[in-house]
Every structure is written in structure tokens, then in C-alpha cells.
């Protein structure tokens, strides 16, 4: 378990070393705000690693906000880490601003040599919501724009591909949440593609993953209830959401979707320990009314058909 006694930990996100450690990065705020709402305005991206995913060892913050005026002088947010074939290290991440009142969600990237020294690789964004495919915050059917939790890694095409969570223009606002796509040849410059998935009942399909768990492609994200269509709601056991697909691309049979069987487990995803030991690991939300904010200790997880399930 990661649990800090000052500060409230939530998405988080891994990648695994030369040496066998698996390197955690998180969002973490003060618990000195009392009230864990105001958490979001105030996210930096902390870092820690581990063998065996229960003992954690605390290393610097990886990234905070930038000085203003900045895309990401607001609050830096959910990401992940690849390494590209120059052996460089980067992590793409979310960015909101002061100036556009946190509203306005942006993807951009930091590299580093060693995973603990991480510098942003230019002081504009890399890709933000097309209004071509996207909804945008001026159409006033959410609060925000969503373009976050940048999902990347190397398809079979040879190509890269970040899966970001995102809304389309039109539909139900409670049920336009889908997944965003953007692909680069080079990890620096990056072109947004339409959506990869249709609506399906979630407002935001909230830090998305994707995974072959014993041969079948799955799709992972969370969303919780007041977030979701009356079906999905009533269908939910948590907040984690499975779904089978075809690749790692998709297409996916979101009627097969389901939920793992967790009350409070957020922003969780799939990691492989060892060849076919896959666990699930993400932060425990809201117990008994009151907000946690604490990595769980990793969850084992196995396939039963085209579903997943705690065992």
C-alpha cells in the first residue's frame, strides 16, 4: 500500500526498469486543503518504486506545475510513461490552466534519462480536442473539455498511439463519453484521429488502459455512477470498467462490458508481475462517506472468457 500521511494519493500510473522495479508515478495534494474536492486544483505528479508493488520507496516529485502564464500552470494530471527507441523516457500528461479556470484539458509531454529527473520538452501542449470529432467547452454541455489521461504505447502497425479520455459533439451529454485517439511516428509530433469508440452510455470513460489479459485484448477504464446512463448505472458494481475487444485498437463489444466487483477501487490499472500474473492496482476512493486517497495493495486478476474478474 501506498498511504502518505500529508498528502492524498490517487490515478496513478507505472512502468517497469532495467533493474526489476516498477516505478510508480501519482497525483498527490496536501491534506492540509481539509477538503479533498479542492485536491484536483492543486495535483502535482509525485514518484515512487517498488519490487514487489507493497513496499514503496518515496523518490522525489516528478513534475508540478509550470509558472504562470502556462497551458499547465493549473494543476499537472494522469498520464503514462513509454520509452521511446532513443532510449529517452517520456511521460505524457495532462495540463489544465489558471487562465482558462482549470476547465481546459491538454496533453503534453517530459522526458528523462533516469525516470527521476524529468524536464518538460517545450512549453506548448502536444495535442488538445479537435472540435472536427471532440466536443469542446464552449458547447456548455459539461463543465470541462475533456482530452486527459493519455494512454500510449506501440501498436502492431509500428506506430504510436495515445488513447485519451474524451466526449463527441453530439448525443445524450450523461452518455458522449468515448476514446480519444491520436498517433505519431515519433512520439514528438502527433496528429488526433477521430474517436475509436462510440458513445455507449459513459459521460467520461475516465483513465483508459488497454491490455491482452491471456490472449484477449481488453479495454479498461472508471466511471463512477453519476456519471453514467441509467443502464450503465444500474449495471455497475463499482467504478472499474472492463471491456473485451478485437486488439488493443479495438473495435470493442461494449455489450459485454462489466465492472469489477470493488466499492471503492479508482483509476486502477492492469500490471503484469510476471508472464501471465496480472494484478490490478489503483487508489481507494470513498469508504463509509469519507474520501481515502491511498494505492491499494495490487489485486490479482484473471480472465474467465471475455471477462475479468478479482480473484
Same mark, same amino acid.
Given at each position: 500500500?501506498?498511504?502518505? !500521511?500529508?498528502?492524498?494519493?490517487? @490515478?496513478?500510473?507505472s512502468?517497469?526498469d532495467?533493474?526489476?522495479y ?7 495534494a &496536501? ?10 486544483? =492543486?495535483?502535482?505528479i509525485?514518484?515512487?518504486?517498488s ?24 494543476? /499537472? ?20 490552466? =489558471? ?11 517530459a522526458? +528523462?534519462?533516469? #525516470?527521476?529527473?524529468?524536464e518538460?520538452?517545450s512549453?506548448? !501542449?502536444?495535442?488538445e480536442?479537435? !472540435? ?16 486527459r489521461?493519455p494512454?500510449?504505447?506501440r501498436?502492431?502497425?509500428d506506430?504510436?498511439?495515445?488513447l ?7 448525443g ?5 463519453g468515448? *476514446? ?8 514528438s509530433?502527433?496528429?488526433?484521429? !477521430?474517436?475509436? +469508440? ?13 491490455a491482452?489479459v491471456?490472449?484477449? %485484448? ?9 456519471h453514467e ?7 455497475? /458494481?463499482?467504478?472499474m ?12 463489444d461494449?455489450?459485454?462490458?462489466? /465492472?469489477?466487483?470493488?466499492? +471503492? #477501487?479508482?483509476?486502477?490499472? #492492469? *500490471? ?7 494484478? *490490478?492496482?489503483?487508489? &481507494?476512493? /470513498?469508504? @463509509? ?8 495493495? %495490487? ?6 472468457g471475455r +471477462?475479468?474478474?478479482?480473484?
Open positions: 500500500m501506498l498511504k502518505l !500521511p500529508d498528502h492524498w494519493v490517487w @490515478d496513478s500510473w512502468v517497469r532495467d533493474e526489476g516498477t516505478h510508480l508515478f501519482f497525483l498527490r &496536501s491534506r492540509a486543503l481539509i477538503d479533498p474536492d479542492r485536491r484536483h486544483r =492543486r495535483a502535482s509525485g514518484h515512487a518504486r519490487r514487489d508493488l507493497v513496499e514503496w520507496e518515496l523518490l522525489p516529485d516528478a513534475l508540478v506545475t509550470a509558472d504562470s502564464p502556462a497551458w499547465d500552470d493549473g494543476a /499537472t494530471w494522469t498520464g503514462s510513461v513509454v520509452r521511446g527507441d532513443d532510449g529517452l523516457w517520456r511521460m505524457f500528461y495532462t495540463g489544465v490552466s =489558471r487562465g482558462e479556470d482549470w476547465m481546459v484539458q491538454r496533453v503534453g509531454v522526458t +528523462s534519462r533516469d #525516470l527521476i529527473t524529468w518538460r520538452a512549453d506548448d !501542449p502536444l495535442v480536442a479537435d !472540435p472536427r470529432w471532440y466536443e469542446k467547452l464552449d458547447s456548455g454541455q459539461w463543465h470541462d473539455e475533456a482530452w489521461d494512454w500510449v504505447f501498436g502492431d502497425d506506430r504510436w498511439h495515445m485519451v479520455t474524451a466526449r463527441v459533439t453530439d445524450e451529454p450523461i452518455g458522449r468515448v *476514446i480519444g485517439h491520436a498517433v505519431s511516428d515519433d512520439l509530433s502527433w496528429t488526433v484521429e !477521430p474517436p475509436l +469508440s462510440a458513445p455507449a452510455g459513459w459521460g467520461q470513460l475516465e483513465v483508459p488502459q488497454t491482452v491471456d490472449g484477449v %485484448p481488453f479495454l479498461v477504464f472508471c466511471c463512477w455512477h453519476p446512463d441509467a443502464r450503465r448505472g444500474a449495471q455497475a /458494481t463499482g467504478g470498467w472492463f471491456v473485451p475487444g478485437e486488439s488493443l485498437l479495438g473495435p470493442w461494449f455489450e459485454a462490458a462489466g /465492472t469489477f466487483d470493488h466499492p +471503492s #477501487l479508482y483509476a486502477a490499472r #492492469l *500490471i503484469e508481475r510476471q508472464p501471465g500474473d496480472w494484478v *490490478i492496482m489503483g487508489f &481507494s476512493d /470513498t469508504v @463509509d462517506g469519507r474520501f481515502v486517497g491511498e494505492i491499494v495493495d %495490487p489485486i490479482p486478476v484473471v480472465r474467465d +471477462s475479468l474478474r478479482l480473484a
